[in-house]
């Protein structure tokens, strides 16, 4: 070979992955079981097992099968859930009254998870639409549009009430402005707010990706859609000053929804959050893609979980919500 030919060193990478553990060196960040929160369904109906079709191999749970279902994944190394309330049997009114009812599901569950699970971190949704007649996330005025403080204040009211029944953590979805703040500040009035923690869904966007949740939780919009509180897929700018202020307004955790298409708003968001942990939502559309491509023959499934989770964490995530916990649970033992 002639001298020309010949590569200078700093072009061989290869030698520093040639091994399997040298790949694993790679990584900054690799998964393990801590960084993953389990979104779970539960119902009110106590005794229900119902799966939900859109996303296989998710159900929606009544309380009473809480320990069957959890008990298990528990051993192999859960440690936190998020819960979402389905309400099925009760009056939906447009202040979304059910959602912190203090027998409807959510409350019924922290309380029944706090005593089974008592190393289990829970935390809760806080939105108003699976809860309201119309199925907005806020409080509307005749026309149609939001009631801005009064549904932040409404959303706050939730959230208190899921911390003193002994969530963990409360993570209002909705995307009402100043609802982070509201809720600090009821947290703090009422002596919750060194024990309770805020994740902000801060860049909450209008994602297409919503669908399979939707008709797992019942929670699809009467009419409209929710673009003038989510943001707009193509909104850097506006993701950027919603994680600032929500930092600014007290969030705890701040996240990013979905994940994959928003993997540079993820980065944005490592760099503007460096203090915080940053949280990124795997969402049920997400979820339902990757495993019918799956089935479709695309690719492997558990190499395509693996694949995005790590494009999360490459991105600057520290907490993954994901309904493929229980499976990494197993795949990360193996
Ligand atoms: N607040 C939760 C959602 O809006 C949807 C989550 C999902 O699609 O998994
Ligand atoms: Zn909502
Ligand atoms: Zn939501």
């Known amino acids: 070979m002639s001298a020309s030919l010949k590569l200078p060193i700093s072009s061989v990478l290869q030698g520093g992955y040639a091994h399997p553990l040298s790949r694993e060196w790679q990584a900054r960040k690799k998964i393990d079981k801590s960084m993953l929160m389990y979104p779970i369904f539960i119902t009110d109906e106590p005794s229900a097992r119902v799966e939900v079709p859109s996303l296989p191999g998710q159900c929606r749970w009544g309380v009473d099968r809480l320990e069957e279902f959890l008990g298990p994944l528990v051993k192999k190394g859960l440690k936190?859930?998020?819960?979402?309330?389905?309400?099925?049997?009760?009056?939906?009114?447009?202040?979304?009254?059910?959602?912190?009812?203090?027998?409807?599901?959510?409350?019924?569950?922290?309380?029944?998870l706090r005593t089974l699970f008592p190393d289990l971190y829970i935390a809760c949704d806080v939105c108003l639409c699976e809860y309201t007649s119309h199925g907005h996330c806020g409080l509307l005025n005749g026309d149609g549009t939001l009631q801005a403080e009064p549904s932040a204040n409404r959303v706050a009211d939730v959230a208190l009430s899921y911390a003193k029944a002994g969530a963990h953590c409360v993570a209002p979805s909705d995307m009402m402005d100043g609802r982070i703040r509201m809720i600090k500040q009821k947290l703090l009035d009422a002596g919750y707010a060194?024990?309770?923690?805020?994740?902000?869904y801060s860049a909450k966007f209008a994602s297409g990706l919503y669908g399979p949740f939707r008709d797992a939780a019942g929670s699809a919009p009467s009419f409209g859609d929710r673009k003038c509180y989510q943001l707009p897929p193509a909104a850097k700018g506006l993701a950027r000053r919603a994680i600032q202020r929500d930092m600014a307004e007290g969030a705890d955790i701040i996240m990013v929804k979905p994940s994959l298409p928003y993997l540079d708003i993820l980065a944005d968001a490592a760099q503007l959050a460096p203090d915080h942990p940053l949280a990124a939502y795997q969402v049920s559309g997400e979820y339902a893609m990757i495993v019918a491509g799956a089935r479709a023959g695309v690719y492997d499934l558990r190499a395509m979980a693996f694949e995005t989770t790590e494009s999360i964490l490459r991105a600057g995530a520290t907490l993954v919500l994901t309904y493929f916990t229980p499976q990494f649970l197993d795949w990360l033992d193996e």
Not at 87 to 105: F, V, Y
Request: net charge neutral.
């Open 194 to 200: 060194n024990r309770c923690l805020l994740m902000s």
């Open 80 to 112: 936190s859930v998020i819960l979402f309330g389905v309400p099925l049997n009760c009056a939906k009114d447009a202040s979304g009254t059910p959602a912190d009812d203090p027998e409807g599901p959510v409350i019924l569950a922290i309380k029944k």
